[in-house]
């Protein structure tokens, strides 16, 4: 059974940090490209950034290039996604999502995780 | 970007009803496209991808159709369990992006 876990969530002030972590269990965690969704309180879902199974290629949605970095560790079988110069605009629930494939581009949304909330207030 | 634009917005039925919803896209994204269902505090499920085919375990009363710009998902039988939020996904092309939501409700 595919398992997605996130967390490291939290109340950050805006200009801060915080790094997400997504651990991944029931599959063979390298052979498939991650993304990040975030949905701000009572709105839609965004797609934040995607990465591929070897972590080589990355891709982000201009709100949030240059302030977050996805990266993962397949030894640990976990997606990561630091977050920087944080903004109120940024306060949502994260979900990690796995893809139907190894390469990111043009790979489908399958199993998501249950979500972890980032408040960005001061 | 490519705005995804969901219709309807709301939509009203009643169990044992057929629905429709239609996803239509600013520009041709060929067949990449998802369909997701949310309730209340939960997180998304996947429900169709490559505009036509089920995600594995999800029920056949869902159906996907549609290329190039416009997309329909239909939900035959409604039960309450299928009233939800519905969203359509671009994944063809870099920012993906999502249609705002069709909230389906029991009538």
């Known amino acids: 059974e595919v398992q997605l876990l996130e967390s490291g969530g939290g109340l950050v002030q805006p200009g801060g940090s915080l790094r997400l972590s997504c651990a991944a269990s029931?599959?063979?965690?390298?052979?498939?490209?991650m993304s990040w969704v975030r949905q701000a309180p009572g709105k839609g879902l965004e797609w934040v950034s995607g990465?591929?199974?070897?972590?080589?290629?990355?891709n982000y949605a201009d709100s949030v290039k240059g302030r977050f970095t996805i990266s993962r560790d397949n030894s640990k079988n976990t997606v990561y996604v630091q977050m920087n110069s944080l903004r109120v605009e940024d306060t949502a629930i994260y979900y990690c999502?796995?893809?139907?494939?190894?390469?990111?581009?043009?790979?489908?949304?399958?199993?998501w995780g249950q979500g972890t909330l980032v408040t960005v207030s001061s | 970007d490519i705005q995804m634009t969901q219709s309807p917005s709301s939509l009203s039925a009643s169990v044992g009803d057929r629905v429709t919803i239609t996803c239509r896209a600013s520009?041709?994204?060929?067949?990449?496209l998802a369909w997701f269902q949310q309730k209340p505090g939960k997180a998304p499920k996947s429900l169709i991808y490559?505009?036509?085919s089920l995600q594995s375990g999800v029920s056949s009363k869902f159906s996907g159709s549609g290329s190039g710009t416009d997309f329909t998902l239909t939900i035959s039988s409604l039960q309450p369990e299928d009233f939800a939020t519905y969203y359509c996904?671009?994944?063809?092309?870099?920012?993906?992006?999502f249609g705002q939501g069709t909230k389906l409700e029991i009538k």
């Open positions: 490559a505009a036509s």
């Open positions: 520009q041709g994204i060929s067949n990449y």
């Open positions: 990465i591929s199974g070897s972590g080589g290629t990355t």
């Open positions: 996904q671009q994944y063809n092309t870099y920012p993906y992006t």
């Open positions: 999502a796995k893809t139907t494939r190894y390469e990111h581009a043009r790979s489908a949304l399958h199993y």
């Open positions: 029931g599959f063979t965690f390298s052979y498939y490209a």
